[in-house]
């Protein structure tokens, strides 16, 4: 299994509510990150797991909440969104290292269209 | 820091013709190098990338990219595109770290 699934593909939420989106992998990557990408953007970092802990945030707002309950699972907690946090959220994984080289090729998912309104 | 930069922010080209993007980067140190592509409304997908070794890389797709130290460049090329390559194309660049840099993005417009 060579893929990085994300759910759920679209999403649209109201500033008041809760959701949040889920990212897979079973390649048996152990660092994990979150992207958020704007249209005709390239993707900006929002946050990197490694082992199963937060290594990176990117200065994100708190209405952000990642969370990695284990090697295979990332998920993004959403709250009290403002309509600019519209965006497509992709997931990445990669190996943290391949045969002792640094290789961040990264592998991502097909992501999360998010509208708020 | 490194930064990456497209020359070409838009590329029109018709089937079957060759195409060049380019990629400059500035960095200090050694970098891995990578091109991905972005079909519409799907995520990144890695055509291919420099770690070490040959500067020639091959790809997906029919993709190459050569890696010029001495012009910090890593340009991508294929010799002849069809209407499918319609893409946004993104050159990124990575020290021994986790962080990707990518550049603005290059639009390439396939015509028949």
């Known amino acids: 299994d060579t893929e990085v699934t994300q759910t759920p593909k679209h999403l649209v939420m109201g500033m008041t509510n809760k959701k949040s989106l889920k990212c897979e992998q079973h390649?048996?990557?152990?660092?994990m990150y979150w992207y958020k990408q704007k249209a005709k953007k390239p993707p900006e970092l929002m946050f990197v797991?490694?082992?199963?802990?937060?290594?990176i945030n990117e200065s994100v707002p708190s209405r952000f909440s990642p969370e990695c309950p284990n090697s295979s699972l990332l998920n993004l907690h959403l709250h009290a969104l403002q309509p600019e946090d519209s965006a497509l959220y992709l997931c990445?994984?990669?190996?943290?290292?391949?045969?002792?080289?640094?290789?961040?090729?990264?592998?991502f998912g097909p992501g999360t269209r998010l509208t708020v309104l | 820091a490194q930064s990456v930069t497209q020359l070409d922010s838009q590329v029109p080209v018709f089937e079957e013709a060759p195409v060049e993007l380019r990629c400059n980067y500035s960095?200090?140190?050694?970098?891995?190098l990578f091109w991905y592509v972005q079909y519409p409304n799907q995520g990144l997908q890695l055509l291919l990338k420099?770690?070490?070794?040959?500067?020639l890389v091959k790809g997906i797709n029919g993709f190459e990219a050569e890696f010029n130290k001495s012009q910090t460049s890593f340009h991508l090329r294929k010799p002849s595109v069809h209407i499918s390559d319609t893409a946004e194309y993104f050159c990124?660049?990575?020290?021994?770290?986790?962080?990707?840099?990518f550049g603005a993005g290059t639009t390439v417009t396939v015509r028949a």
């Open positions: 390649m048996g990557h152990r660092a």
């Open positions: 960095s200090s140190v050694s970098v891995y």
């Open positions: 797991y490694s082992y199963e802990k937060l290594s």
């Open positions: 990124a660049v990575s020290k021994n770290d986790y962080k990707l840099s």
């Open positions: 420099y770690l070490s070794g040959s500067t």
């Open positions: 990445a994984s990669s190996h943290r290292e391949v045969a002792g080289v640094q290789n961040n090729e990264q592998f």
